[in-house]
């Protein structure tokens, strides 16, 4: 039913290598920071470069190879927008030049941002809303880092995805899975800067164990679920992209879901966790590196921050 027609992405130029780091920590070496986490450099927006400007640099080497006159619909996915309001959506519109009949709104999610905007673009398509999605995944966790975290600032990068979804009949119509456990909210959070909390400088939180108790205790469900729900069994996927979290936390799941190692992708040593962007920019790279042909049957997975979860299949 959907297919995606495009994707591109953009990093920022500025780049933290794990020397970079470890000359900080000096408790730190930067073999230690690859081999826990799967990185090795990751990319930092300037202090006056925001999700919406990453967001306009991909789209711009996206529309070098698709027609940006088809766009009717704009999904933004961000947890670092401009403004609180006007949505971010909003303002990618006029910049892009697009036309004023088209919708475009933000949507609030994380690590599982990429998947919810593909069931959020699933569901404009089947009611005949729109044909072309431009589905933008943009953020730039690295802003709300503390400089004296070196384990939150060895893990996130920043960058933007953007990806065409587009209605083609041809395509199987397969079904999404999504989850939520709000309890688990705080154990990844930036308490200030919201309305709840106005007198401080945003600043992000992370109980790296507790999320990773969350993605043990419930990704191995979500893929038995997807596929049950579709009527497959894992041996027919031919590639698995998950959010790109972190190469311990990754192998960990993979090992736990039982998906062999050549059927499943991890690239994120010169990238790091782009959170909402991190699946896209995956199939991107899966796709340029030949892991993705046409024909292939691939199960996209996101989790984190929410708790928030969801996964679906994708047909190339």
Known sequence: ???????????????????????????????????K???ESRHVADASQTALDLAYEACQKLFKKY??????????????????????????????DLPKNIGALDFNLGCSGFVYGLTLAKGLISIGLAKN???????????????????????????????????????????YVVGTDGAGYNNLIVENGGARNTSEKPVLFMKGPKIFT??????????????????????????????????YMLNYLRNLCNIPEEKFFLDMKDIGNT?????PIALKLAFDQGRIKEGFKVMVAGFGVGYSWGAGILEF
């Open 1 to 35: 039913m959907i297919n995606l027609a495009a994707i591109e992405y953009y990093l920022p130029k500025n780049i933290l290598t794990n020397e970079d780091i470890a000359n900080e920590f000096p408790e730190w070496n930067a073999e230690k920071i690859t081999a």
């Open 37 to 39: 986490i799967g990185v």
């Open 67 to 96: 027609d940006k006159s088809k766009i009717d619909f704009i999904l933004f996915c961000t947890q670092s927008p401009d403004y609180f309001l006007p949505t971010t959506a909003c303002i990618l519109q006029d910049k892009l």
């Open 133 to 175: 999605i431009l589905l933008v995944t943009s953020d730039t966790y690295t802003k709300f880092l503390d400089k004296n975290d070196k384990s939150n600032r060895s893990i996130f990068g920043d960058g933007a995805a953007v990806t065409v979804v587009e209605k083609d009949d041809s395509k199987a119509d397969f079904q």
């Open 214 to 247: 969350f993605a043990l205790e419930n990704i191995p469900a979500l893929i038995s679920e997807t596929l049950e729900k579709n009527r497959l069994k894992l041996e027919e996927i031919d590639l698995f992209v998950f959010h790109q979290a972190s190469s």
């Open 275 to 279: 959170v909402s962007a991190s699946i």
